[in-house]
């Protein structure tokens, strides 16, 4: 089993920066790609960013310049750093991890529960 647990959300003004951290645990033997995605009401999921493991990186066309994605791999950790935060950006925020499972040959997308992000004054 291997579970994705997700922290640093909450409410910030625009132009303020947050970051957000995802921690892997379990039955892991290696990760692959991580990401980013977020969700506001009524909306569709949508990517924000992803890294390799080689730390080859992807942005959103509207995060790009503003958010920075980075990862941690001898914790298994995510980050997600986000400056000059607009209201637009308000929006749950959930991990996703490509994870090698452990003893097997199976490679599965995990997601995490998600996070709140409120962008308000």
């Known amino acids: 089993q291997v579970q994705l647990v997700e922290s640093g959300g909450g409410l910030v003004q625009p132009g303020g920066s947050l970051r957000l951290s995802c921690a892997a645990s379990?039955?892991?033997?290696?990760?692959?790609?991580m990401g980013w995605y977020r969700q506001a009401p009524g909306k569709e999921r949508e990517l924000v960013a992803h890294?390799?493991?080689?730390?080859?990186?992807n942005y959103a066309d509207s995060v790009k310049g503003r958010f920075t994605i980075s990862r941690d791999n001898a914790k298994n950790t995510v980050y997600l750093q986000m400056n000059s935060l607009k209201p637009e950006d308000t929006a749950v925020y959930y991990c996703?991890?490509?994870?090698?499972?452990?003893?097997?040959?199976?490679?599965?997308?995990?997601w995490g529960q998600g996070t709140l992000v409120t962008v308000s004054s």
């Open positions: 890294i390799t493991n080689a730390g080859t990186t």
């Open positions: 379990g039955s892991i033997f290696s990760i692959n790609a």
């Open positions: 996703n991890a490509d994870v090698l499972v452990a003893g097997t040959w199976r490679d599965l997308e995990v």
